[in-house]
């Protein structure tokens, strides 16, 4: 299922939400697109549906920034693969040993290589200024519970 949504900035954090709010432990969410399109807020927004009181910071140093209970209601790793050169180097992050009982968030995902991360929900934001556009493909472990209009 392919879906696209025109928004504006003060619509993104209840867009992230309604996405965060139905997260599922296995579920990997890849947020693409250009610097300063809006990923990390939409991650942040998942984040804060999930139960995070604070700001969640960028993991774009960290690269993994792990959040686990009573922080959050599921355990979420907030990745941020833009200084990730060699898909190889992803090995050392131990990204799948989230999964077993939480989520992934996984901004760049370009950086993964081959065919990215099958059954994956992929976000790509696109737009400027105010004016943003969301255009999701929905794998089918999705599609009953994809929560936006």
Do not use: C
């Not at 209601?73 to 693969?81: E, F, G, K, R």
């Amino acid at each position: 299922m392919s879906f696209t949504l025109a928004y504006n900035l003060d619509e993104a954090d209840a867009i992230g939400a309604a996405i965060g709010g139905v997260l599922a432990p296995g579920d990997v969410v890849l947020l693409s697109g250009d610097l300063g399109a809006g990923k990390t807020t939409l991650a942040r927004a998942m984040l804060k549906a999930r139960g995070l009181a604070g700001e969640a910071p960028s993991p774009t140093f960290a690269i993994v920034q792990p959040y686990a209970p009573p922080e959050v209601d599921l355990p979420i790793a907030h990745v941020d693969l833009y200084r990730i050169e060699e898909p190889r180097d992803l090995i050392e992050l131990g990204l799948d040993d989230y999964l077993s009982d939480g989520a992934l968030l996984i901004e760049w995902p370009d950086r993964l290589g081959g065919d990215g991360w099958p059954g994956a929900l992929e976000l790509t934001i696109s737009g400027a200024g105010d004016a943003r556009v969301l255009t999701a493909r929905v794998p089918p472990a999705w599609e009953a519970r994809w929560p936006l209009p």
